[in-house]
């Protein structure tokens, strides 16, 4: 997949101490992209508009825990 055209955006809330952070870009048609700050060049995940609709709303009705909780 070929991602120099994607455009990232980093949440406003995030701190600028290089915490634990994620880009986004959904930009590109039919998909929304995230990777992490501290690795731009590592993996990216790639979701469907749907199922990033689906996953902001189960993040925005839960408390989601840490697997390792």
């Known amino acids: 997949m070929d991602l120099t055209g994607a ?15 994620v880009e ?19 993996g990216v995940l790639v979701f ?5 609709q689906g996953f902001l709303g189960f993040v925005g009705r839960q408390e989601v825990a840490a697997p390792w909780t």
């Open 48 to 52: 469907t508009p749907a199922a990033w």
């Open 24 to 42: 986004v870009a959904g930009n590109l048609p039919g998909v929304v992209l995230v990777r992490d700050t501290k690795d731009r060049d590592g």
């Open 7 to 21: 455009r990232w955006h980093k949440s406003t809330k995030s701190g600028g101490n290089g915490g634990d952070c």
